[in-house]
């Protein structure tokens, strides 16, 4: 059973490049190619592909972002670039292999050999708990995300990090909650808050992570449980044992 690849670069000699050398491999079949990682997107949630062989630096977004999008049932990922400095990065995205250009015929056979010896995917995590503390700040990759990619309906979207005013998980679904539309996320609140600044974003409930810029009020409760109204007019509850935390990060 051949392995079905996707290629992304927004170069199209590196493509053709690669294109080139699988075409060599009985096993391989390029099902797809995309130019941007809004599109690498699109073309995975539409191919399904066993591999993606990513370019880093793109237009619209980078190859670290689409990787950090991937949730459950996410394909192999394998980077090519001509940069050495993200394979930390990469591999806190758990890269199968990260390939400097020009990719050479041995470098390819080793990384997927490395994909024929991947394990099978875990199933997407749960909404964290409500005891269970954010991630420190040493636990994040370098360079929390400057934008994240959401779906409107079938279209994916790039969304400056500035522009988000909230993260929740409900029904099943992460959802991103701009000034005026909540849109889909694939990545869990889980795997969201591995990426996510503390800096910026703290999680309030079980289920909801607020912009701290976008905190307009905090009222407390008698109960010593909290609400916070956000800059989109919503309003949002807030845990016990999380007000107090969230107050102090309020006040810098």
Known sequence: MSLRVLLVDDEAPARDRLRQILSERADVAVVGEAEDGVQAIERIQELAPDVVFLDIQMPGCTGLEVAASLSGGRPAVIFCTAFDQHAVDAFELRAVDYLLKPVTRARLDAALSRVAERPATAPPSPAPADDTEPPAESDLPAGPPARFLARRGARYLVVPSADVVAFSFDDGQTRLHTATEQLLMQPTLTQLLRRLDPAHYFQVSRAVVVHLNHVREAKPHTDG???????????????????????DQLAG
């Open 225 to 247: 449980t909290g609400v916070v109204m956000l800059s989109n007019g919503t309003s949002v509850e807030v845990s016990r044992r999380r007000w107090r935390p969230l107050l």
